[in-house]
């Protein structure tokens, strides 16, 4: 098993709900790199020092859309 092998089960075991996020969003969205991931104690990267998004402050899910009239059709 070569480092990066390593590295990679060592982040799948100890960050498994990053790792299941970073795998939606490159599931969406094609090539993602998680360069900063915090879970159960567990820390990899550097955090941004810029403007960021915190997943723990967003509301990650399906997205339903009202009509003109304020009614859910329960698409998005």
Known sequence: MSKDEDKAAWVRQNLPTCTQVAQD???????????FA????HVIGKPFAGDAVKLSETLV???VVSNKNGVSNGRY
């Open 25 to 35: 969003f490159k599931n969406v969205f094609g090539s993602v790199s998680m360069v």
């Open 61 to 63: 899910g399906p997205m």
């Open 38 to 41: 915090s879970e159960n104690g």
